[in-house]
């Protein structure tokens, strides 16, 4: 294995897909991932960490490991999200569970 790979032991253990409702909120108060979301289409507001974003069709964020994260969808428009939870490390031997802890 090339010794200058980022994350070489590296796993991703879902990926999910989520299409709100007008005026939805969801939370999770710490994600135990490094978190890429991509909104597929629509537009609303994610808070990561107390930081705002605004999210329209196109966009995406790679966020931090261990992050807190609410969604808040537009009114008129709501976004529909894909995301992909990756562990930087996990060690070879370790039982692989396809959940993350929220």
């Known amino acids: 294995m090339n010794q200058n790979t980022v994350w070489p032991d590296s796993i991703i253990l879902m990926a999910n897909f989520r299409a709100f409702n007008s005026g939805e909120i969801f939370k999770h108060s710490q994600v135990q991932s490094r978190f890429f979301i991509w909104c597929k289409s629509g537009h609303g ?58």
């Open 45 to 102: 507001r994610i808070t990561v960490n107390n930081q705002d974003f605004n999210l329209n069709a196109g966009d995406y964020l790679f966020l931090p490991w261990r992050h807190q994260i609410s969604y808040h969808a537009s009114d008129d428009n709501p976004f529909a999200i894909n995301c992909i939870h990756i562990i930087p490390h996990y060690p070879e031997n370790r039982k692989v569970l396809f959940r993350i802890y929220h």
